[in-house]
């Protein structure tokens, strides 16, 4: 580490709240596929700022309508009609079978608007008693108390927090015969990713969501689906639930929604956003001018580009060239998860050397539940660029 490094960490250490398990890793730039650091080095980026830029950083493109935007409006409140709110939400639409948009500023955001209009459904609308919201084991929704509760992981995350708020049940990932134990005439929603992230990159069995449609039409309770990392074409569609055929009642988005400005939306039906009225909900800063602007950019860029596709296709040839390192390390590697370009190398024992020894060869991506690493890269990056990961992975293992 260069002395420049040192600097910036102390200064970190001495100024900001110890919240973050930072890298070590000082990022003075950033562009495409790439990280710079403190000296210049190029890293290959993986991670994507944890799937937020799916275009790639420091996009021209965005930088031009950002600027723009800026010079004529940066913010006015919700107070007032914005047309740049209104295309965003046409263009979003378009991709979807959601009728209603609410813009707001992050992921916990959005996922805690999510269950707020649940709930208000319920009793505004259905008038009944329904309140309870279920999620799913190593699920991940936020960090807002709400979004906390909701997520199905235990540990430091949840360490004095507590009382948390009540209305929540968690139950065994993708275990229908659990879920059914746990509706009753209380519960409001069945919360849910199509393919966890923080989980361990783990895709929900497609009989296990026909099973959870069938439930929903007999018992009432709403859908909701978190779309916060594996929307805006992650995972080979344009939203993962499209992989299984499912229209939710209320969907989340966040993450690569503006390409790394603050951004969130939650999506619902018709019918469903009756459960909002003037005064019931608000955001002071979502879906400000140049953030509304920006994203839909985005938007444009993802269909014209057709990145739905391209992560659909790079996912065959990565899974081909795991399951190739898996017969060659088979005491080391287990083989490929996920879909898209939200991915999973899933090692034998605990991956944390081998993260490193990938940082030290400025390689960056992910390790999530002690043994998979993760990636999500930019949904531009190119096939030779994956396919340095694998060389240099391969090398590791060889020598570990």
């Known amino acids: 580490m260069t002395r420049s490094f040192e600097s910036i960490k102390q200064r970190e250490q001495s100024l900001m709240m110890q919240t973050y398990g930072r890298y070590p890793l000082a990022v003075s730039r950033a562009e495409g596929c790439s990280l710079f650091d403190l000296d210049g080095n190029e890293y290959l980026d993986l991670l994507s700022g944890i799937a937020v830029c799916s275009l790639g950083h420091s996009r021209p493109e965005l930088a031009e309508v950002m600027a723009e935007q800026a010079r004529k409006m940066v913010h006015v409140s919700n107070l007032f009609y914005q047309n740049e709110q209104l295309d965003l939400a046409e263009k979003l639409l378009d991709t979807c079978a959601a009728d209603r948009v609410f813009l707001c500023n992050s992921g916990a955001e959005a996922n805690e608007g999510a269950i707020k209009l649940a709930r208000r459904y319920m009793r505004k609308v259905r008038h009944t008693e329904a309140f309870e919201v279920v999620t799913l084991e190593k699920s991940f929704h936020g960090r807002t108390l709400s979004t906390l509760t909701a997520t199905g992981q235990e540990g430091p995350i949840k360490d004095g927090f507590d009382p948390l708020p009540p209305g929540f049940i968690t139950v065994p990932f993708a275990d229908m015969g659990a879920l059914k134990s746990a509706i009753s005439d209380k519960t409001a929603a069945v919360m849910i990713e199509m393919v966890q992230g923080?989980?361990?990159?783990?895709?929900?069995?497609?009989?296990?969501?026909?099973?959870?449609?069938?439930?929903?039409?007999?018992?009432?309770?709403?859908?909701?689906?978190?779309?916060?990392?594996?929307?805006?074409?992650?995972?080979?569609?344009?939203?993962?639930?499209?992989?299984?055929?499912?229209?939710?009642?209320?969907?989340?988005?966040?993450?690569?929604?503006?390409?790394?400005?603050?951004?969130?939306?939650?999506?619902?039906?018709?019918?469903?956003?009756?459960?909002?009225?003037?005064?019931?909900?608000?955001?002071?800063?979502?879906?400000?001018?140049?953030?509304?602007?920006?994203?839909?950019?985005?938007?444009?860029?993802?269909?014209?580009?057709?990145?739905?596709?391209?992560?659909?296709?790079?996912?065959?040839?990565?899974?081909?060239?795991?399951?190739?390192?898996?017969?060659?390390?088979?005491?080391?590697?287990?083989?490929?998860?996920?879909?898209?370009?939200?991915?999973?190398?899933?090692?034998?024992?605990?991956?944390?050397?081998?993260?490193?020894?990938?940082?030290?060869?400025?390689?960056?991506?992910?390790?999530?539940?002690?043994?998979?690493?993760?990636?999500?890269?930019?949904?531009?990056?190119?096939?030779?660029?994956?396919?340095?990961?694998?060389?240099?992975?391969?090398?590791?293992?060889?020598?570990?």
């Not at 499912?246 to 690569?256: C, G, N, R, Y």
């Open 198 to 400: 923080e989980g361990g990159v783990r895709p929900l069995p497609e009989e296990y969501v026909e099973e959870l449609k069938k439930l929903r039409d007999e018992r009432g309770f709403l859908i909701i689906v978190d779309e916060v990392q594996t929307g805006l074409c992650r995972t080979g569609q344009f939203w993962a639930h499209q992989h299984y055929d499912l229209v939710p009642d209320i969907f989340t988005s966040a993450k690569a929604l503006a390409n790394g400005l603050p951004m969130g939306a939650v999506l619902a039906t018709e019918e469903i956003a009756k459960g909002f009225a003037p005064g019931s909900h608000a955001t002071t800063f979502g879906g400000g001018a140049v953030l509304s602007a920006v994203a839909a950019k985005v938007v444009d860029i993802m269909n014209e580009d057709r990145l739905a596709d391209r992560a659909a296709e790079l996912e065959l040839w990565f899974k081909d060239q795991a399951a190739a390192l898996a017969e060659r390390h088979p005491e080391k590697v287990t083989g490929a998860r996920g879909k898209g370009l939200l991915l999973g190398i899933e090692l034998t024992f605990d991956g944390k050397d081998v993260w490193k020894a990938l940082l030290d060869r400025r390689i960056v991506c992910n390790l999530t539940q002690g043994t998979i690493l993760r990636l999500v890269p930019p949904l531009t990056i190119g096939k030779e660029q994956l396919a340095r990961f694998f060389i240099e992975l391969e090398d590791i293992l060889t020598k570990a």
